[in-house]
Nanobody, 122 residues
Framework: QVQLVESGGGLVQAGGSLRLSCAASGRTFSTYFMGWFRQAPGKEREFVAVISWSGVNTYYTDSVKGRFTISRDNAKNTVYLQMNSLKPGDTAVYYC???????????????WGQGTQVTVSS
């Protein structure tokens, strides 16, 4: 079983940056694909980015390509989401998730964190 705890959210002005972290428990972290999702009020949870267990392969939703970077440090059991050039439309609760499969579909992920709020003001 994997337990996930996100941190790093907050309030930032448009154009600013934040780095989210997701710390995982367990000794098998390096065998999981790790994803970031977000959910804005009144909207469905949407895929943001995913990274392979090795960190070599990454995938992003089109709206964040070139602005967000997902990375991981398997020695620290942590996955990161560096968010630059933030826009008000990026405002949401951000969740990290873990699964043994490479997927962008939220309901296919087995493990979730509690989420961290990101608010981007205009």
């Amino acid at each position: 079983q994997v337990q996930l705890v996100e941190s790093g959210g907050g309030l930032v002005q448009a154009g600013g940056s934040l780095r989210l972290s997701c710390a995982a428990s367990g000794r098998t972290f390096s065998t999981y694909f790790m994803g970031w999702f977000r959910q804005a009020p009144g909207k469905e949870r949407e895929f943001v980015a995913v990274i392979s267990w090795s960190g070599v392969n990454t995938y992003y939703t089109d709206s964040v390509k070139g602005r967000f970077t997902i990375s991981r440090d398997n020695a620290k059991n942590t996955v990161y989401l560096q968010m630059n050039s933030l826009k008000p439309g990026d405002t949401a609760v951000y969740y990290c998730a873990a699964d043994r499969r490479l997927t962008t579909i939220y309901h296919e992920y087995d493990y979730w964190g509690q989420g961290t709020q990101v608010t981007v003001s205009s």
